[in-house]
């Protein structure tokens, strides 16, 4: 499968952003998010990669490090909690038979309905990516320090004008050593860590548009090596 942008996330966020009647407990409107003025004293990094690359592994030590990290993962499994932004609309466009008898999402159900059916994959992508991406604006405006970085597995270019990042890093793996990480260490079955992994951009795709490439073929030891060598060359020696 080729992997195709499923969402023109700079248009959402723009569009609800803006939207009046949209309830941002944010408080996010026009001249909230300080784009510009932000970006001079806070450098914002990008952490992209596909599923079993090691992207968890490197916030991890980030964090160890003192590092500021949003993770888009948790941000995306928060606004779909009843009676957050996205709820109700999953649940319109998927049905009752996403939900688990207490109401909550069953994403285990749904991500197997939406990494084997690729409309259902862009239905939830066009449901979701604004208002994770609204968090993440709101999560960077109020963020202090020298630095701070966003786990983004689905990083895209048009999120450097969105974001106002300075830099992005893509952690990359071999897709057979992703497949067998996710077997392993993840119980996926091989049908699943397949298809989840043939719905994401290539390694060739991803290395195109992003500054640098951290490879995470080894040991920790040898990933936290190349993290510190990375802060080091982006003046960022502590968190």
Do not use: C
């Not at 990008?46 to 888009?72: C, F, M, Q, R």
């Not at 688990?100 to 066009?126: I, K, P, Q, W, Y």
């Not at 895209?156 to 077997?183: F, G, K, M, S, Y």
């Amino acid at each position: 499968m080729t992997y195709r942008s499923t969402f023109p996330l700079l248009w959402s966020v723009r569009t609800l952003l803006n939207h009046d009647k949209f309830p941002l407990s944010s408080g996010l409107r026009e001249g909230g998010v300080t784009g510009g003025r932000y970006r001079s004293q806070v450098k914002r990094i990008v952490i992209a990669g596909g599923i079993g690359a090691g992207k968890s592994a490197t916030s991890e030590h980030l964090v160890s490090l003192g590092w500021p990290v949003i993770d888009s993962d948790k941000i995306a499994h928060n606004v779909t909690e009843p009676g957050l932004p996205a709820y109700l609309p999953l649940r319109d466009a998927f049905g009752d038979a996403v939900l688990s008898e207490d109401g909550t999402l069953d994403r285990t159900f749904l991500a197997d309905v939406v990494f084997h059916d690729h409309s259902a994959l862009r239905r939830l992508n066009l449901i979701t990516h604004g208002h994770i991406g609204i968090e993440i604006l709101h999560q960077l405006d109020t963020t202090t320090g020298p630095a701070a970085f966003i786990a983004l597995p689905l990083f895209r270019p048009e999120h450097r004008e969105l974001l106002q990042l300075d830099e992005v890093w893509a952690v990359l793996v071999q897709p057979e050593t992703a497949l067998a990480r996710l077997i392993e260490y993840r119980g996926f079955t091989l049908a699943d860590a397949t298809a989840r992994l043939e719905s994401q951009m290539s390694n060739a795709q991803r290395t195109a548009i992003v500054d640098r490439v951290i490879w995470n073929e080894g040991t920790l030891d040898e990933l936290h090596q190349q993290l510190a060598t990375a802060l080091q060359e982006s003046g960022l020696e502590r968190g």
